[in-house]
């Protein structure tokens, strides 16, 4: 398994931004996909976007809500993936954690995934 550190988390008005970031360790980094979900109060944990392993070209998918607003990049020579968050909404606060693929496919599906870390809290203020 991998372990996985989250930061970047915060308290940001609406319309700002922030960066989250993931650093992994415990596997090739490179190989296997990358995703962040989030959980908000008192429902389940939701996808937000993924990567692909670097040898799958790199694919990338968002959920409906993230699309043009959020951006998934990773950098493998750090283990880190990132979530670039702008124009953030109320219904954005959560706690959001990235996830280790089991394989190279981004998946926006959390059976998919075998490790994550233990999240950083967003708040979104209106």
């Known amino acids: 398994q991998v372990q996985l550190v989250e930061s970047g988390g915060g308290l940001v008005q609406a319309g700002g931004s922030l960066r989250l970031s993931c650093a992994a360790s415990?596997?090739?980094?490179?190989?296997?996909?990358m995703g962040w979900f989030r959980q908000a109060p008192g429902k389940e944990r939701e996808f937000v976007a993924a990567?692909?392993?670097?040898?799958?070209?790199?694919?990338?998918r968002y959920t409906d809500s993230g699309k043009g607003r959020f951006t998934i990049s990773r950098d493998n020579a750090k283990n880190t993936v990132y979530l670039q968050m702008k124009s953030l909404k109320p219904e954005d606060t959560a706690i959001y954690h990235c996830?280790?693929?089991?394989?190279?496919?981004?998946?926006?599906?959390?059976?998919?995934?075998?490790?994550w870390g233990q999240g950083t809290q967003v708040t979104v203020s209106s």
């Open positions: 996830a280790a693929g089991r394989g190279p496919f981004a998946s926006p599906t959390r059976s998919d995934y075998d490790s």
């Open positions: 415990g596997r090739t980094f490179s190989k296997y996909a």
């Open positions: 990567i692909s392993g670097s040898w799958s070209g790199g694919r990338i």
